[in-house]
């Protein structure tokens, strides 16, 4: 049962609670022939319908707020996943589409780019089924222009390892086309 159905059948009883308390308030007082007892306070029949109107707006909210924190929750999750392999794996070739001669205004975005590319496929080859083991001469690659950049991803550094850049990035297109089950 999903989380909407359950919130309309709860706000559908407790609409249903409402009413009864509403009716059966009016037909309890506790009266004598001058009117309630002095032990019995006067709640008027008003007053209980809006405390349970007011219950219900807020078990609405409450319910709703869950189911955006689970929606926000699943949508976090998904986030976090790789891309599959063929996906980050045609990212990294749509680089080659694109270039820049060295000291180029291009060059910031396209080393950027390939950089990214590379660390995306290097996540995705690691999530994905076949796992690490399988993937291990491109990890190994990517792993080594990691520790080149040492974490440096600004343009004067990858425009110093530009080569080490494009190098990884055509090693690994010639170890993927070699293993063409893994990109399509």
């Known amino acids: 049962m999903s989380v909407r159905i ?28 001058q009117g309630p007892g002095g032990d019995v306070p006067y709640v008027a029949p008003s007053a209980n319908a809006s405390a349970a109107a007011a219950r ?3 078990d609405a909210a409450d319910a709703a707020e869950k189911e955006n924190a689970e929606e926000q929750a699943a949508l976090d999750a ?18 080659y589409q694109d270039g820049c001669a060295p000291g180029d205004a ?14 995306g496929l ?13 993937f291990k001469d491109p990890l190994a690659w990517i792993g080594a222009l990691h520790t080149t950049l040492a974490g440096d991803t600004s343009t004067a550094n990858l425009e110093k390892h530009r080569k080490e850049l494009l190098g990884i990035r055509d090693r690994i297109n010639t170890w993927m086309q070699g293993h063409p089950e893994d990109y399509r």
Request: aromatic share 4%; charged share 15%; hydrophobic share 40%.
């Open 6 to 33: 359950g919130i309309r059948m709860s706000t559908a009883a407790l609409v249903m609670t409402a009413a009864l308390v509403g009716t059966l308030a009016g037909c309890t007082e506790a009266s004598t022939s």
């Open 78 to 95: 998904g986030a976090r996943t790789p891309a599959a392999v063929p996906d980050a794996f045609a990212g990294l070739q749509a680089t």
């Open 122 to 134: 290097g996540s995705s080859m690691r999530a994905d089924n076949d796992g690490p083991r399988h």
């Open 56 to 58: 219900i707006d807020k």
């Open 106 to 119: 291009n060059c910031a975005y396209f080393l950027g780019r390939v950089n990214d590319e590379l660390t």
